[in-house]
């Protein structure tokens, strides 16, 4: 049972574009969302959260949205930039579980 | 600050072998959590460790199983290996536990091959 699903397998966005990915989450007892990057031959890194009180979390060119009551968020990333070409995680827990549950990633690839 | 490390970075096995796979987080940090990444189900938890217990498991068969040594280092042991364990297996550790656990900092992985 997927209980996060990135249901884009990959994804291509001209250089400069928004990049737009997307996640969904059927276990409504989450409460904590998070972000990952990651690069070829290198362990994932984390890139930004939310909490489930907010709905908007911002860093920079990197933004992610929350809908609580849709249970899906998504990644922004303005402008796309080519360093910005990666497999994109989105992780969700309960906090009182304290365990993450991921998806299955989403390869980014920027054009110049 | 050293990153996280694990041994070896690459494997390869025969069905039905063991095999015993090596982490060690980053210093001061106490909790060890394993991941299993494939390309149809992304990254699968298997376990968290801290200070010397597992406290947390995912849904995984016995053969895997894991420990945690007072030093923080973990290890990851796959018994009676199958083809199907063919993977990335990452290793992350952070501070402490949740709400910190999100704090994850991963190593590169170790690519398993079961042949």
Known sequence: DQQVKQNSPSLSVQEGRIS??????????????????????????FLISISSIKDKNE??????????SAKHLSLH????QPGDSAVYFCAAMNQGAQKLVFGQGTRLTINP | K??????????????????????????????VSWYQQTPGQGLQFLFEYFSETQRNKGNFPGRFSGRQFSNS?????VSTLELGDSALYLCASSLG????????????GTRLTVT
Request: aromatic content about 14%; glycine content about 6%.
């Open chain 2, 73 to 77: 280092r973990s290890e990851m042991n």
């Open chain 1, 77 to 80: 990333i303005v402008p796309s």
């Open chain 1, 59 to 68: 860093d920079g060119r990197f933004t992610v949205f929350l809908n609580k």
């Open chain 2, 2 to 31: 050293a990153g996280v490390t694990q041994t070896p970075r690459y494997l390869i096995k025969t069905r039905g072998q063991q095999v015993t796979l090596s982490c060690s987080p980053i210093s001061g940090h106490r909790s």
């Open chain 2, 97 to 108: 536990l949740a709400p910190t656990t999100y704090e994850q900092y991963f190593g590169p």
């Open chain 1, 20 to 45: 737009i990915l997307n996640c969904d989450y059927t276990n409504s007892m989450f409460d904590y969302f998070l972000w990952y990057k990651k690069y070829p031959a290198e362990g994932p890194t």
